[in-house]
């Protein structure tokens, strides 16, 4: 049908998505959507890594990640939008790929030691855990992929993915091509305490909140901190707020603010007024087309469903070769 490269990633749906997340990983997804035949998929077999003490929420979150993914830009049109859960294949792919997949491998795999440090308050030492780059590589292989557009925390993973694949390919002969890490630049965003903007950190803005949730959180974001008073003079290069500024206002009212600032003609309360009111401007566009598809979820059920088909129809294509591959073909 199209000899576009193949070009595959996923999003572990844990909660809504933040200014952080848009400009880095999703507006690259939506960019590239002409180029390639992009596949783009909702992981929540890979939430359950984490959160299955209580996958409640998981649903809850992945049908707001739809959300999220549409009224940014994702096109049902462009690409092909699903859920990993619905396909099975790619647990029976997982199950396939864990009896090739050497231990050390896995327990060597950097995020995998990070991972197990930082969210101590959770027992991570499952077997699912440790298989989470192989759960991965099964996602990614599944649709033949070659590129995979990821953080560069992920990169392992890739890494990971190809050793994988090149296993399969030599035990068994040539099914999968070894997809390569596209790293996806994440500009470094500030929550409103000034702090790597986080979900965990409570310090983000949602592409989901109302006007009045943008205008609380900036009126909280910590400016300059040496500018005590409204007389001081400010630094716009140690500001929070400015930065903001230099991405949702236009070029000149931030060189009128850059101005102002430095001769303390504005105050930060005023500055972060225009600030929030740009920022409301910005995602003005994404709100609407939320509010939208919100509103009608049929619609946003048939892209799912429509979307869960087309992935569907490549796993079980791959999935038959994978069978014939090694001769467990019932
Ligand atoms: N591990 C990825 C993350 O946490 C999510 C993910 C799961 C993924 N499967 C994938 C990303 C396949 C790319 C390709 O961000
Ligand atoms: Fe920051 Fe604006 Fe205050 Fe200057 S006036 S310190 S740019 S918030």
């Not at 490269?5 to 848009?22: A, D, V």
């Not at 507006?27 to 783009?40: A, L």
């Not at 390919?169 to 500030?190: H, M, R, S």
Request: hydrophobic share 35%; proline share 5%.
């Amino acid at each position: 049908m199209t000899n576009k490269k193949r070009i595959l990633s996923g999003m572990r749906p844990t909660g809504p998505l933040h200014l952080g997340n848009l400009h880095g990983a999703l507006s690259n997804w939506i960019d590239i959507q002409d180029t390639y035949d992009c596949f783009y998929f909702i992981a929540d077999w890979h939430a359950l890594t984490s959160d299955y003490e209580d996958p409640s929420t998981i649903s809850d979150h992945t049908k707001n990640m739809m959300l999220d993914w549409l009224s940014a830009g994702l096109s049902p049109e462009k690409s092909t939008l699903f859920i990993q859960s619905y396909i099975k294949e790619h647990a029976e792919l997982f199950l396939i790929l864990s009896m090739i997949t050497p231990v050390p491998w896995l327990e060597r795999n950097p995020t995998y030691k990070d991972q197990i440090i930082q969210l101590d308050n959770k027992d991570l030492s499952t077997y699912g855990f440790l298989g989470y780059p192989v759960l991965q590589a099964a996602d990614i292989i599944m649709y033949k992929a070659n590129g995979v557009p990821v953080g560069v925390d992920q990169v392992p993973h890739v890494e990971i993915t190809r050793e994988i694949a090149r296993r399969f390919n030599y035990l068994y002969g040539n099914v999968f091509p070894e997809p390569d890490a596209v790293l996806t630049q994440t500009p470094k965003i500030l929550g409103f305490d000034r702090r790597k903007m986080s979900k965990s950190y409570n310090n983000a803005i949602y592409l989901s909140d109302t006007r009045d949730d943008i205008s609380s959180k900036v009126s909280m974001m910590i400016t300059d901190p040496d500018r005590a008073r409204k007389n001081d003079p400010g630094n716009p290069e140690i500001c929070n707020v400015f930065s903001f500024h230099q991405m949702y206002s236009t070029e000149d009212t931030s060189k009128d603010i850059n101005d102002q600032c430095r001769k303390a003609l504005i105050g930060c309360v005023e500055c972060k007024k225009i600030m929030a009111e740009n920022l409301i401007k910005f995602l003005e566009p994404i709100r609407e087309k939320r509010e939208y598809y919100a509103s009608q979820p049929e619609i946003v059920d048939e892209i799912i469903a429509a979307g869960n088909e087309k992935a569907k129809a490549v796993a079980s294509q791959t999935m038959a070769e994978v069978r014939q591959a090694i001769k467990l073909n019932y």
